[in-house]
């Protein structure tokens, strides 16, 4: 049973009591519900929840999102390189994972030791898959992945034969088992973009080929976030949910996260850290880009560039301080940025919140990613290593 809002608020004071200068507060509950929608949004189609966790579950936390994402119905995990899969198996989950971002040399023995589906592109990834299979003594789980017209990795129509052909001989040499066919789209968060029909067309056809060569994959996939949000019509049996099952919409123009049925899942705040008064005319942080136009109040937030806030969004990123929204003050330095109050006053302390889900009128991550001009995947994803990760879960066991 979920807690109330009250519960919910203590457990929070609770985290900023027991975490100093910074932390990102991680709602699992609210992770857990946006697997929850996301599955019953692809059920009607048959398909199935991967549940994304690279890049450090997007900046939320790789093992803990994982987990919360399997307990909510996630069928499979995702990661980008094969370190981040291992981590999970090192971590004790035993979920299907698949990665995808291999380079010659990687560890491909510990991958096929720890039953964590591959990702083959080439004909050199496909040798040593298996070399490493026999260096194992077991067959190595092999997922093919087609180019349909993304241009990054995957293998490209013209290719794909010889690849497939390939993959097939050496799974009747026992070598591999071919677990899946996949893809991924461009432009899925650009409703009506014509690269999503063609691309969409041309996976068909590569399935085709691949499953009357004689692949006899476990499971076809290719919709990314906007697409599982978006087009039902490419869910297959499997849809990779990213950003989205961090409450995050992949795109403004798609929609908002609410719309979804979706909740954002982290909370970026710091402690203030001095307070003062300041005269007119004094120059703020690097440059002097921001000259105080009168007496005033500065809070200085001890979060910076090293800690992801985007140094673009000087001058213009929001932050919630003393019952209104502010704006930063000048640039954004490397550990702290300043926040001009005017006439209202903050105790030394006070809680400054960058972003959130908006519950208590706070900036959003996609408030930060139009102040910074990028995009909100990159606003969460690039909370760096040294702010807390602090888990607050309104569905406890």
């Not at 608020?9 to 990102?24: K, M």
């Not at 093992?63 to 119905?73: E, F, I, K, Q, T």
């Not at 990054?152 to 001989?169: F, H, I, Q, S, T």
Request: hydrophobic residues 45%; glycine residues 10%.
């Amino acid at each position: 049973m979920s807690e109330t809002p009250q519960h919910l608020s203590a457990a929070r004071e609770h985290a900023h009591r027991e975490t100093v200068r910074a932390r990102a507060e991680i709602d699992l509950g609210a992770l857990r519900a946006n697997v929850r929608a996301l599955r019953a949004r692809v059920a009607p189609q048959g398909a199935r929840v991967m549940g994304v966790v690279k890049a450090d579950a997007y900046g939320h936390g790789a093992v803990p999102c994982a987990r919360a994402a399997l307990d909510a119905g996630a069928a499979w995990l995702g990661t980008a390189t094969p370190y981040e899969a291992l981590a999970l198996r090192a971590a004790g989950i035993d979920a299907p994972v698949l990665c995808w971002l291999w380079t010659p040399g990687g560890p491909w023995r510990a991958a096929v030791e720890a039953d964590v589906d591959v990702t083959v592109s080439g004909l050199w990834a496909l040798d040593e898959v298996r070399e490493a299979a026999r260096a194992a003594g077991r067959a190595a789980r092999v997922q093919l992945k087609a180019d349909t017209g993304l241009g990054r990795n995957g293998c490209l129509a013209a290719d794909w034969p010889r690849l497939v052909g390939e993959a097939l001989r050496a799974q009747a040499d026992g070598l591999v088992r071919v677990t899946g066919l996949w893809s991924h789209f461009a432009c899925a968060d650009e409703p009506g973009h014509p690269s999503i029909a063609a691309q969409l067309a041309e996976f068909q056809d590569m399935l085709e080929y691949a499953e009357k060569a004689g692949v006899e994959p476990e499971v076809r996939h290719m919709a990314n976030s906007p697409a599982t949000l978006t087009l039902p019509e490419a869910s297959f049996d499997l849809v990779r949910t990213g950003v989205a099952m961090y409450g995050i919409s992949p795109g403004p123009e798609l929609g908002t996260p609410a719309d979804f049925g979706l909740r954002p899942v982290m909370r970026l705040s710091a402690d203030v850290a001095s307070v003062k008064q300041a005269p007119a005319g004094l120059g703020v942080s690097y440059g002097h880009h921001y000259v105080t136009d009168r007496e005033t109040t500065l809070a200085l937030v001890p979060l910076g560039y090293a800690d992801g806030v985007p140094r673009h969004a000087s001058g213009r990123g929001p932050v919630l301080l003393g019952g209104a929204v502010r704006t930063v003050a000048g640039r954004v330095a490397m550990d702290q940025f300043v926040v001009d109050l005017g006439t209202d006053t903050v105790e030394p302390g006070a809680r400054a919140v960058l972003f959130g889900p908006g519950d208590d009128g706070e900036p959003t991550a996609e408030d930060w990613a139009r102040a910074a001009g990028t995009i909100a995947y990159e606003i969460v994803t690039r909370v760096g290593g040294r702010v807390p990760r602090v888990y607050v879960d309104d569905e406890p066991e």
